[in-house]
C-alpha cells in the first residue's frame, strides 16, 4: 500500500516562506497592511507547497464566509444570466464565490431561499425581488447583519441597495427616435399588465407622445404573452384592425422578433423607410444576439445589464468592508442601437 502524501500545513507554508502563521493568515485572507515582498514570499511558498488553504474552517473561526448569495427570480432569462456574469465577476475577484437559487417568483420560495442562505453563513445576498417577500427579506437580512442588494427590471422598495435599468428613460428614447423618423401612429406590444417595468416603459411613451402632441391610444397598447408565435399573430391582427399604425414598441426581442412575421403576414414590410401603408418600423427594449440575425436586424433601445451585475457586486463588496446604513439607489442609463427595423 502506498504512502499518504502528508496534507500541507499553514505552519509547513509560514516554515517555508520564513513568516509568522499570522502573517500567512493574514496574506491568504488579504487583510492587514503586508508588504508586497512578503505577500510574493507567501504565495511562492503556498504554490511551492501545494497547499490548499481550508475555507470552511476559516469561515468557522472567523464567523466570516466567502459565499455571497445570489437569489434570481429565473436562471434561464438572458435579463439574469448577464447579471450573474457581471457580479460573479467582481466578487470572484475578491475570493467570494455566488451561491446561486431560484425564486420562480414565488414568495415563501424566496423567503425559503434566504434562510437557507443565512442558515449557511453567507456574507451578503443579492437578490431580484417578489413583491409580497421584498419587506421580510431585507428585514431577515438587517437582522443576520449581513448587506442585502436588490437587482430587478423595475424600481422597488426604498429600504434596500437597488441597482437597474432606466425604463421610463428607456422608452423616452425609443419613442423619440421612431418620432424623429418622421411616425406618428406609434404602438406597444406585448408585457403584463401586471409588470412594473411595463408600467414604467408606459410612463416614458406616453409622456413622450404628449409631448408631441402625439395620440395615446389604449387600443394601440396590447398585452402580450412572451412567444413569438402569439406576438405574431398579435401584431397582424392590431395592423389590421388599425392600419394607421406605422411603428411598434416591443417589450423585449422574443415579442419583437414574432412581431416582424405579424407585420409581413398583414402585408406590410419591416423598416426604416416610412412609406404610407407599406412598411411598419419595428424597436425593442432589450439586446440579444439573435437581434443582430433576424431579417431585418432589430433596432433595439438596451440597458448595461452586466453593467448592472457588477455595479452590485461593487456595493455588497464595499458593505461588507464599511456599513454606513445608508441605502443607495442606481439607475443605469439606456443606449439606442440602430439597425434595419426601424
Not at 457581471?86 to 466578487?91: K, M, P, T
Not at 427616435?177 to 414604467?200: K, N
Not at 389590421?240 to 416582424?260: D, M, S
Request: glycine share 8%.
Amino acid at each position: 500500500m502506498a504512502n499518504k502524501t502528508p496534507k500541507i500545513k499553514i505552519t509547513d507554508v509560514a516554515a517555508y516562506a520564513d513568516v509568522s502563521v499570522s502573517t500567512v493568515s493574514l496574506v491568504l485572507s488579504n487583510k492587514g497592511r503586508i508588504s508586497s515582498a512578503t505577500i510574493d514570499k507567501v504565495n511562492q511558498a503556498v504554490t511551492a507547497l501545494g497547499y490548499v488553504r481550508n475555507t470552511a474552517a476559516a469561515n468557522l473561526r472567523t464567523s466570516h464566509s466567502n459565499l455571497i448569495g445570489l437569489i434570481l427570480t429565473d436562471i434561464t432569462d438572458p435579463f439574469y444570466t448577464e447579471i450573474t456574469a457581471g457580479i460573479s465577476e467582481q466578487l470572484e475577484q475578491q475570493g467570494y464565490l455566488l451561491f446561486l437559487a431560484q425564486s420562480n417568483r414565488t414568495p415563501h420560495k424566496l423567503i425559503q431561499c434566504v434562510q437557507s442562505m443565512i442558515q449557511q453563513g453567507v456574507a451578503g445576498i443579492a437578490f431580484s425581488p417578489v413583491r409580497e417577500a421584498t419587506a421580510t427579506v431585507i428585514a431577515m437580512a438587517q437582522q443576520a447583519g449581513i448587506p442585502a442588494v436588490c437587482l430587478a427590471r423595475a424600481t422597488v422598495n426604498n429600504e434596500v441597495d437597488y441597482i437597474g435599468p432606466d425604463n421610463h428613460q428607456a422608452a423616452v428614447v425609443a419613442s423619440k427616435y421612431l418620432i424623429e423618423q418622421g411616425h406618428r401612429h406609434i404602438a406597444y406590444v406585448g408585457g403584463s399588465g401586471e409588470s412594473l417595468t411595463r408600467a414604467e416603459r408606459l410612463g416614458g411613451f406616453g409622456s413622450t407622445l404628449m409631448q408631441y402632441g402625439l395620440p395615446f391610444k389604449n387600443e394601440w397598447i396590447v398585452e402580450g404573452d412572451n412567444n413569438q408565435i402569439h406576438a405574431a399573430a398579435t401584431v397582424q391582427q392590431l395592423l389590421t384592425q388599425h392600419p394607421k399604425i406605422t411603428a411598434i414598441l416591443c417589450h423585449n426581442p422574443t415579442i419583437a422578433l414574432g412581431a416582424i412575421y405579424g407585420v409581413k403576414r398583414s402585408g406590410k414590410g419591416v423598416g426604416k423607410d416610412n412609406y404610407i401603408d407599406q412598411q411598419v418600423a419595428i424597436i425593442s427594449f432589450d439586446d440579444i444576439a439573435e437581434a443582430t440575425l433576424s431579417q431585418p436586424s432589430l433596432t433595439v433601445v438596451s440597458s448595461p445589464i452586466r453593467e448592472i451585475g457588477q455595479q452590485a457586486g461593487q456595493r455588497l463588496l464595499a458593505r461588507m468592508k464599511s456599513d454606513d446604513g445608508v441605502t443607495q439607489r442606481l439607475i443605469l442609463a439606456p443606449q439606442l442601437i440602430c439597425r434595419d427595423s426601424a
